[in-house]
């Protein structure tokens, strides 16, 4: 059974940073290319970054490009997202999941950037 739990958001205030961490078990984390989604209130769910298998291959959506970091440790089926310098723009619900892969969502990990 494919697990993907989400952890690391809060409360932080603009031009802060938090890390967030995508832990996972029932399938080869090695093996598939990883990525963290977002989804504001009212708005669709977007692509924020991905990863290729052995940190190959990352790719970031405009809006975060040189705030954000996307990371993986293959022996600890652990996803990462480090974000800096974060903005009102990036509250959302934070999600993790094997790109392309038609799957239900783990529970997710807010964020709020709020003065």
């Known amino acids: 059974q494919v697990q993907l739990v989400e952890s690391g958001g809060g409360l932080v205030q603009p031009g802060g940073s938090l890390r967030l961490s995508c832990g996972t078990s029932g399938f080869t984390f090695s093996g598939y290319v990883m990525s963290w989604h977002r989804q504001a209130p009212g708005k669709e769910r977007e692509l924020v970054a991905r990863?290729?298998?052995?940190?190959?291959?990352?790719l970031y959506a405009d809006s975060v490009k040189g705030r954000f970091g996307i990371s993986r440790d293959d022996d600890r089926a652990t996803l990462y997202l480090q974000m800096n310098s974060l903005k009102p723009g990036d509250k959302a619900m934070y999600y993790c999941?094997?790109?392309?892969?038609?799957?239900?969502w783990g529970q997710g990990t807010q964020v709020t950037v709020s003065a």
């Open positions: 999941g094997r790109l392309g892969i038609d799957e239900p």
């Open positions: 990863i290729g298998p052995c940190s190959t291959d990352t």
